[in-house]
């Protein structure tokens, strides 16, 4: 498999080249173009049940849906012979790969899988009450296993390697590696400062690891519109 990101970072796509017999796993509704003898099989997005059958894997699935926000199936793009594979996500914005080697993992922001090749898992993970003042809800998506994972942010990426502590502003974070810890606090300046300032809260990481950092934010976006919407 070879994949190339293009048009960066406003509108970025994926382009994908699979060999014969080559499988890329993708979220729905990702497809921009494909070569005609590229296969699709559409499946829940979830792993093997076992014993429980189909339905505890549609549970798992609608589980991801709600506290993950991602699609309940996921499409299997399988190559009968070497072909062309597109994929894009739904908001503008950058596309990042990360290779995962079965020893680290990768938090990230809920709704960012854009698609993966490889031993790749990815789950939903409990980020705690504090992870709902970041405005990332209460979960996380948990990137582990061993292959190469496609990640779609909101604007530009910024990747900061972490030796010590870094801040961030909470709206900001795309995603991080597990050996860092995070934790939510004020911005300095007391009262004043979180009431006036327009910042709010920030994520203060610590510890070694690499940083994922949007250059826009959705809740940036929602404001901005708001006021159009009203009659």
């Known amino acids: 498999m070879r994949a190339v990101i293009e048009h960066e970072p406003s509108f970025s796509w994926l382009k994908i080249q699979l060999d014969r017999g080559e499988t890329v796993r993708a979220e729905a509704g990702s497809l921009v173009a494909r070569s005609t003898w590229i296969s699709m099989k559409t499946r ?3 792993r093997g049940a076992g014993f429980g059958g189909w339905l505890v894997t549609l549970f798992s699935a609608l589980v991801r849906r709600i506290l993950g926000r991602e699609s309940v199936f996921v499409n299997d793009y399988t190559a009968g012979q070497n072909g062309e594979l597109v994929l894009a996500p739904v908001m503008p914005g950058s596309i990042f790969r990360r ?3 079965g020893k680290n993992r990768l938090l ?3 709704g960012s899988f854009l698609a993966s090749h490889g031993d790749v898992h990815v789950r939903v993970r ?3 009450l504090r992870n709902l003042f970041t405005g990332n809800g209460l979960f996380l998506l948990e990137c ?3 292959g190469e994972i496609f990640l779609n942010a909101y604007g530009g990426v910024m ?3 972490v030796k010590t502590s870094y801040v961030v502003n909470s709206n ?3 995603g991080y590696d597990s050996t860092l810890a995070m934790k939510i606090r004020p911005i300095q300046g007391g009262a004043r400062a979180i009431l006036f300032s327009g ?3 920030v994520c203060e990481f610590a510890g070694e690891g690499r940083l994922y950092i949007q250059s826009r934010n959705e809740a940036g976006l929602a404001r901005w519109i708001q006021p159009l919407l009203k009659p």
């Open 144 to 146: 582990s296993g061993r």
């Open 108 to 110: 990230v922001r809920a």
């Open 172 to 174: 900001h974070v795309v």
């Open 199 to 201: 910042e709010g809260l």
């Open 99 to 101: 290779q995962l080697d």
């Open 44 to 46: 829940l997005n979830a």
């Open 126 to 128: 409990w980020g705690g």
């Open 159 to 161: 990747y900061v390697d």
